[in-house]
Structure formats: C-alpha cells, structure tokens
C-alpha cells in the first residue's frame, strides 16, 4: 500500500520530442506528489511537485498531470533536450508530521539529439 | 543559494567498522533526513529526526543505525557494524518547517562495505 510504481524503467526520445513518465499509488492518504531529477553521481533534485487538489501543473517545459480517482500521476517534458537525460523519479508523501518520501523505481532518460 | 552538503563524498571500511556520515542541512531548516539508494534502485527512506529526535524511522532503520544532531549545524548518521548489504548512497535531506514539502537532498556519500 506504501508502494509507488513508474514506468517505464527506461526512456529514449529524440530531441523535441515529449517524454512521459507514469506513476501510480495506492495510499489515499498521499497528498503530495513531487518529481525528482538525478544526475549521474549527484543526489536527487526536485523538479516540480503536486497536490490533489489540482489536475495539472507546468513549470517551464515540465508539466505534472494528476488523476485522482485514477491515483495516477505523470511527468511530460516538452522539447526535450540531451541535457534533459536523467534519472527521474516520482515520489509520494502524507501529510504534515508525516513528510517521509516513497520513491518510485526511477526512470532513465536517454534524449537523442 | 544553500545547499546540503555531505562528507565524506566517498567512504570505504571494512565489515564490522562503525562509520559516521555527516551532514550540513540548510541552515534554517528544521526537519532532516537520511536516504539511501542501492546501486541502481530507488532511493530509500531511512529517518526523519525533529527538535533533536528521531520523528519516524524505516525497518531497514535497526539498532546499528543512530543519528545525531551533535551541534547546530551538523546531522550525522552512525552505522554502529558495517555489514556488506550497507553498502549504498546516503543521501542527507532537509525541509524548512514553514516551506511546502519540499526536501532538499545533498550530493549524497557513497559507503563501500568490503
């Protein structure tokens, strides 16, 4: 129930193109719902994040579509670029008191000039 | 603009050795973390320590694991007996009280248990 699972496990697209990244939980009391970018060798970086009470939220070329009752989530990077290739991990958390992050298995981006 | 920093970047020791991994959160944060990833899977929550004590902690999080928040700027996690399955990326977080949820993670330390 604590789980968060993504797909794919990897990812290659043309540069332009528009990756997506799917994830999907099962713990109703997740309300908040971040991105995280990983490069080689570094730690995570967050990219953008979510809360239910919004359907969709875009950040320069990222955007998060969120589906409630579906309890599914996706990351969209638009124009995609080489330097955009990373790992990207989803994550969820509950509320207030209870910040712990559950990652999803990550996702490995390859962008092809 | 402040970032978590971790040292050592880098740390190998030998079955059975205790290792401290240390931390700089940003300096006014309040909340801290330990993470850990095992080479090539997700990243993994080990603690959350608040007002000098642990708030919540893992399974994986057992009696050979502490933390400390020994003076005001530094958070360190002591792995009291190294065992070969430690071996991993930790990775410090911290998150301003009165901020959105947001965890800022460091460059991570990576322990090689031999």
């Known amino acids: 129930q604590q789980q968060v699972k993504q797909s794919p496990q990897s990812l290659i697209v043309q540069k332009g193109g528009i990756p997506i990244i799917n994830c999907a939980y099962e713990?109703?009391?997740?309300?908040?719902f971040p991105w995280y970018q990983q490069f080689p060798g570094k730690g995570p970086a967050l990219l953008i994040a979510?809360?239910?009470?919004?359907s969709e939220k875009k950040e320069g070329r990222f955007t998060i579509s969120f589906n409630k009752s579906a309890k599914q989530f996706s990351l969209h990077i638009m124009d995609s670029q080489p330097g955009d290739s990373a790992t990207y991990f989803c994550?969820?958390?509950?509320?207030?008191?209870?910040?712990?992050?559950?990652f999803g298995t990550g996702t490995r981006l390859t962008i092809i000039p | 603009e402040p970032e978590v920093t971790q040292t050592p970047s880098h740390q190998v020791t030998q079955m059975g050795q205790e290792v401290i991994l240390r931390c700089v959160p940003i300096s006014n944060h309040l909340y801290f973390y330990w993470y850990r990833q095992i080479l090539g899977q997700k990243v993994e929550f080990l603690v959350s320590?608040?007002?000098?004590?642990?708030?919540?902690k893992s399974e994986i999080f057992d009696d050979q694991f502490s933390v400390e928040r020994p003076d005001g700027s530094n958070f360190t996690l002591k792995i009291r007996s190294t065992k070969l399955e430690d071996s991993a990326m930790y990775f410090c977080?911290?998150?301003?009280?009165?901020?959105?949820?947001?965890?800022?993670f460091g460059p991570g330390t990576r322990l090689t248990v031999l």
């Open positions: 994550a969820a958390s509950m509320g207030f008191g209870n910040e712990k992050l559950t």
């Open positions: 979510i809360r239910p009470d919004v």
């Open positions: 977080a911290s998150r301003k009280a009165e901020s959105t949820d947001t965890q800022y």
């Open positions: 320590f608040y007002n000098n004590e642990i708030s919540e």
């Open positions: 713990n109703t009391a997740f309300d908040y």
